[in-house]
């Protein structure tokens, strides 16, 4: 194999790599993102229940008028 053939090989497995690199890190960080997001909603969603049942209990505890 010449050494200009041989050249462009190497350039494009190494271009091959290089975007493979790219899609396997952007779908990692894709993940996370999804999966924090998904955390602090459920984070969100207790700490509104806990709020409810804190103001509920309250009103129940004070004499009514």
């Known amino acids: 194999m010449s050494s200009k053939k041989a050249m462009k090989q190497a350039q494009k497995q190494a271009y091959a790599k290089h975007r493979s690199s790219i899609t396997n890190s952007s779908k990692f960080n894709f993940k ?11 984070i969100n969603f207790l700490y509104q229940i806990s709020q409810f ?12 008028c």
Not at 53 to 64: A, G, I, V
């Open 32 to 42: 996370n993102k999804s999966s924090s997001k998904k955390i602090r909603r459920k």
């Open 53 to 64: 049942f804190y103001n509920w209990t309250l009103k129940r505890s004070l004499p009514h």
